[in-house]
T-cell receptor, first 116, second 112 residues
């Protein structure tokens, strides 16, 4: 399978714990995105990487959230001191830069986080 | 701003047609359509670029009216496999050229 993969698929944690999610993009894709999706809503943009550089962070991403993409390959999203409001599906997407606004973003299956 | 999708939900019998609309209050560069089944990743359907183009994919097609900042997704002769939530994602003109802003989705149910 050469699509976007995410790990773990499900994570249940207690409030206050730290969690880390991993995303492996399609191998030749240089752009990587993180989105968050809650029930009944469309995905909301969190952050964007071009190669290893994090070029934009949404205001949704509080100081407790950090994302990395070392060497421009896989990416990790860490949430520190989780809160119940962090419960959501965290989606990763990747694309190959072609022309502005024309990139097709391919989504991974997501990590469903439940904070108790 | 988040694009507005309508209707919120639609129920069809197999073989019927449906139209899903996506409207934005800001100038758009492109509109991206996805379908998401419960518990699965959004699956890309098509991109429409400013210029008023219309695209098709099997029995699913879409149009983009740049002047009205509206896009419509047309599903003809619906199949059971079309069931899912359809999202439009928009890329605005003049802003970031990569960030998709999604609508709340349209839940499509196709019954036998």
């Amino acid at each position: 399978d050469t699509g976007v993969s995410q790990d773990p698929r499900h994570k249940i944690t207690k409030r206050g714990q730290n969690v880390t999610f991993r995303c492996d993009p399609i191998s030749e894709h240089n752009r990587l995105y993180w989105y968050r999706q809650t029930l009944g809503q469309g995905p909301e943009f969190l952050t964007y990487f071009q190669n290893e550089a994090q070029l934009e962070k949404s205001r949704l991403l509080s100081d407790r959230f950090s994302a990395e993409r070392p060497k421009g390959s896989f990416s990790t999203l860490e949430i520190q001191r989780t809160e119940q409001g962090d419960s959501a599906m965290y989606l990763c997407a990747s694309s190959l830069e072609r022309f502005s606004g024309r990139d097709t973003q391919y989504f991974g299956p997501g990590t469903r986080l439940t904070v108790l | 701003q988040q694009p507005v999708q309508s209707p919120q939900a639609v129920i069809l019998r197999e073989g019927e047609d449906a139209v899903i609309n996506c409207s934005s209050s800001k100038a758009l560069y492109s509109v991206h359509w996805y379908r998401q089944k419960h518990g699965e990743a959004p699956v890309f359907l098509m991109i429409l670029l400013k210029g008023g183009e219309q695209k098709g994919h099997d029995k699913i097609s879409a149009s983009f009216n740049e002047k009205k900042q509206q896009s419509s997704l047309y599903l003809t002769a619906s199949q059971l496999s079309y069931s899912g939530t359809y999202f439009c994602g928009t890329v605005g003109s003049g802003g970031s050229n990569y960030k998709l802003t999604f609508g709340k989705g349209t839940l499509l149910t196709v019954n036998p």
